[in-house]
């Protein structure tokens, strides 16, 4: 998939749509690239810091529980956690609360605003954010909720930063890789995409993200699917 992106030009030529029309084009195009009974589990990931993976995750989680999908979301940057700042609940108890085996899954998942969207939190702050999210407890969590839900979607770390997204999608059906417009450069985009080959993962889409459109004057997104 590398060598089909030439260059941010290729990436510029993309149409343009409203935020909400791209969402569901995006949960449309997951609909249809994950063929499986049961849960389906989506990591959305980046290169690098902030170029949006919060943002993306919470718009598509959002937009699949609208299609009648019950989803849960689960805040996996146990770094800079921020699912709770923006549903404003509190981050504890949240994922390392379960996995530290403080806490029952059943009590840390809380419902959201949304109908069909539940949310887990990232918890406590820990040490070793890459050893919880590779330890067998988190896979075997995800199995255990994979029973309840319609789509799982994994808000995680920035690749080049971080291992911490790599274990993730060993364990979920594929990913959604966030760019963001004039922030991301070529290699930034290829070194994510080489390190998700190389473990053979299944990108569902680049989402092109913080586009102006001259005409609206508001941000609207982009987006890529292969
Ligand atoms: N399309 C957009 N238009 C305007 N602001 C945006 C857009 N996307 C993200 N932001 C803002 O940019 C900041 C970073 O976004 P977000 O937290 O989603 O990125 P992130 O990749 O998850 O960052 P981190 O690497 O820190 O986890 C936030 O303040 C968010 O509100
Ligand atoms: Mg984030």
């Not at 992106?5 to 690239?33: C, G």
């Not at 922030?183 to 473990?199: G, P, V």
């Amino acid at each position: 998939m590398a060598d089909n992106i030439k260059d941010t030009a290729e990436l510029q030529s993309i149409n343009l749509f409203a935020v909400q029309e791209s969402y569901k084009t995006i949960r449309t195009n997951i609909f249809l690239s994950v063929i499986k009974e049961g849960c389906k589990r989506i990591v959305i990931t980046s290169s690098l810091p902030s170029e949006g993976k919060t943002t993306t995750s919470m718009n598509l989680a959002i937009s699949m529980a609208q299609a009648y999908m019950k989803v849960l979301i689960i805040d996996c940057d146990l770094r800079k956690s921020k699912i709770h700042k923006v549903l404003n609940i509190p981050n504890v108890p949240g994922l390392t609360n379960v996995i530290s085996g403080m806490e029952k899954y059943s009590v840390a998942i809380r419902e959201t605003k949304y109908t069909g969207l539940h949310v887990l939190t990232a918890g406590l702050q820990v040490p070793n954010p890459s050893e919880i999210l590779a330890s067998e407890y988190t896979a075997r969590l995800l199995d255990e909720l994979s029973k309840e839900y319609d789509y799982i979607i994994l808000d995680s770390p920035p690749l080049n930063i971080v291992a911490d997204a790599l274990p993730l999608v060993r364990i979920s059906d594929g990913v959604v890789l966030v760019v963001k417009q004039n922030q991301t450069t070529h290699n930034d985009l290829k070194k994510a995409i080489d390190s998700l080959e190389f473990i053979n993962a299944k990108i569902f889409g680049i989402i092109l993200n913080g586009v102006e459109d001259i005409n609206k004057k508001y941000y609207k997104y982009k987006y890529k699917y292969k």
